[in-house]
């Protein structure tokens, strides 16, 4: 095995490993966020059933927004298993 070939497996071993931690912190990030916005969600509707439709909406808009960031990173960490410049 020859320095350059030993080089492109070291920066795909690298890639793979961080592509996972970033996937990983990004999961663990969004489904935090989404458990303490479903929290505050139902805490609110719990204190006034009146206004449980806009809680509703607001908390559907804020979800998606968060899972949209956590489909960001899954995109980033795909990169950066799949198309790195370097290999």
Do not use: C, H
Not at 36 to 52: F, L, S, V, W, Y
Not at 59 to 81: D, G, K, M, N, T
Request: cysteine-free.
């Amino acid at each position: 095995m020859d320095a350059n070939t030993s080089m492109v497996w070291l920066i795909k071993v690298v890639s793979v490993f961080s592509a996972s931690f970033a996937i990983a912190i990004a999961a663990f990030g969004g489904a935090q966020g989404q458990g303490k916005a479903a929290a505050a969600a139902a805490d609110a509707i719990a204190r006034q059933p009146e206004a449980g439709d806009r809680i509703f909406t607001t908390l559907i808009l804020s979800l998606a927004l968060i899972e949209s960031l956590v489909i960001y990173a899954l995109a980033v960490a795909l990169v950066l298993i799949f198309a790195n410049p370097l290999i």
